[in-house]
């Protein structure tokens, strides 16, 4: 920060505050300059005398013109300088010195009284220059204070950024990315809180994995884990499925929670079929490695409590409920490439989807026998 700079800072600056010599410099030139002219007048002279030989003449009359006239300046500076420190002080002591010394010259000479005004002059720059550092001093102190608020709100902000990553990256564990960034802070706190909520749930399997595990080296065991959970998992984040939990070769995904969304049955129903075909792909390539695996998937749909359970550092976004139950046992039932759907499931998107009635089936925790169907595909709209 310049001197004219820390002037504007205090409001009282306007361009006629800007000298051309740095402030506090003119007064230490004004009367640097005077008593130079006033005591050194011999020197002065003696200067042109080495080149010439003989020395000059000075009129007295021009001697005391430049003494008050350089007192003047430093005068001038010192007004200059006022607007910056907002002390009269030094002006007062400039205004007295030069008056003095006008005085003794014009008036009543006396080399005391021309000695004293002197000596208030050099009082009055160095008390400006005093009030001047005095002031910047201030000013640094203003400007650090400043920046270490601005700091610590940089701080602030920087751990609220951290905050609002870690909350995302948590959501984004059993959320697709594209929806966890639009659940908003009272969005999870209402989540944190045990709700009821209508969902359509997708579990899905390998079949034969436990004997493909038994059978195989941990190593191809982890790689067919990983690409099964990284290519289906993609699915999911596509169709901005909620991801309840995977464990082993399954996992559990439900629609409508958070985040409502339209026709979650549906959306179910097609996020299976691509699962379907998504593992037929991959199921090309393990079969050439004699892989045999298979792949089933159960939907089902209904009224399920919803919310976060676990401990500090590990919670899981799940749910509960009859229709959560069904989906599992109705994946367990499902046979290789087969997607076996409730009656209720069926009946929703019944003028979309092609299916084959497998009659009323036992299922385990379930007293009475339920209907169920395997879905072949969806009409073509």
């Given at each position: ?9 205090t409001?009282?600056s ?9 402030n506090?410099?003119?007064a230490?030139f004004g009367a640097?300059a005077?008593?130079?002219v006033?005591y050194?007048?011999t ?7 080495l080149?010439t030989?003989s020395?000059?003449e ?5 001697q ?10 430093a005068?001038?500076?010192?007004i200059?300088d ?20 006008i ?8 080399v005391a009284?021309?000695?004293f005004?002197?000596?208030?002059l050099l ?11 005095n002031?910047l001093n201030r000013?640094?102190k203003?400007k650090?204070?400043e920046?270490?608020?601005l700091n610590s709100g940089?701080e602030a ?13 948590q959501l984004?564990?059993f959320?697709?990315?594209?929806v966890a960034n639009l ?6 706190k209402t989540?944190?809180?045990s709700h009821?909520?209508y969902?359509?749930t ?7 994995f436990?004997?493909f ?9 982890m790689n067919?884990?990983?690409a099964?959970?990284e290519?289906l998992?993609?699915?999911v ?12 070769d ?10 409502p969304?339209?026709?979650?049955v549906l ?21 050439r490695?004699g ?14 409590t ?5 401990f500090?550092?590990r919670?899981d ?11 599992a046992?109705?994946?367990?039932e499902?046979g290789?490439g087969?997607?076996l759907?409730?009656h209720?499931?069926?009946?929703e998107?019944?003028?979309k ?10 299922l385990k925790g379930f007293a009475?026998?339920i ?8 009409h073509?709209?």
């Amino acid at each position: 920060m310049t001197f004219a700079e820390a002037a504007d800072s205090t409001g009282n600056s306007t361009a006629e505050t800007r000298s051309i010599l740095p402030n506090g410099i003119t007064a230490f030139f004004g009367a640097g300059a005077s008593i130079l002219v006033c005591y050194g007048k011999t020197f002065l002279l003696a200067i042109p005398a080495l080149f010439t030989g003989s020395m000059l003449e000075f009129n007295p009359h021009f001697q005391a013109v430049l003494m008050w006239g350089f007192g003047a300046i430093a005068v001038y500076g010192l007004i200059q300088d006022r607007r910056i420190h907002g002390s009269l002080v030094p002006t007062v002591l400039g205004v007295v010195s030069v008056v003095t010394i006008i005085a003794t010259l014009y008036g009543y000479y006396l080399v005391a009284a021309e000695s004293f005004g002197y000596v208030l002059l050099l009082s009055a720059a160095f008390t400006n220059q005093i009030m001047i550092l005095n002031f910047l001093n201030r000013e640094v102190k203003v400007k650090a204070l400043e920046v270490e608020d601005l700091n610590s709100g940089l701080e602030a902000r920087v751990r609220e950024q951290v905050n609002e990553i870690d909350r995302l990256n948590q959501l984004r564990r059993f959320l697709s990315p594209e929806v966890a960034n639009l659940v908003t802070e009272q969005q999870e706190k209402t989540m944190l809180q045990s709700h009821r909520a209508y969902i359509a749930t997708v579990f899905c399997d390998l079949r034969g994995f436990t004997s493909f595990s038994v059978n195989m080296e941990p190593e191809e065991v982890m790689n067919v884990l990983q690409a099964f959970h990284e290519s289906l998992g993609q699915l999911v984040a596509d169709y901005q499925g909620t991801i309840d939990h995977r464990a082993g070769d399954g996992m559990m995904v439900f629609f409508n929670d958070p985040l409502p969304c339209e026709e979650p049955v549906l959306r179910a129903v097609e996020l299976a079929l691509s699962m379907r075909e998504r593992f037929n792909e991959m199921n090309r390539d393990w079969h050439r490695r004699g892989y045999e695996l298979g792949f089933g998937v159960g939907i089902a749909s209904g009224y399920a409590t919803l919310g976060i359970v676990g401990f500090e550092g590990r919670y899981d976004y799940t749910a509960n409920g009859n229709a959560v139950n069904l989906c599992a046992r109705l994946s367990d039932e499902a046979g290789d490439g087969q997607i076996l759907i409730d009656h209720k499931t069926f009946v929703e998107i019944e003028d979309k989807d092609e299916v084959e009635a497998l009659g009323e089936l036992e299922l385990k925790g379930f007293a009475s026998k339920i209907r169920v169907y395997d879905l072949l595909g969806l009409h073509v709209s």
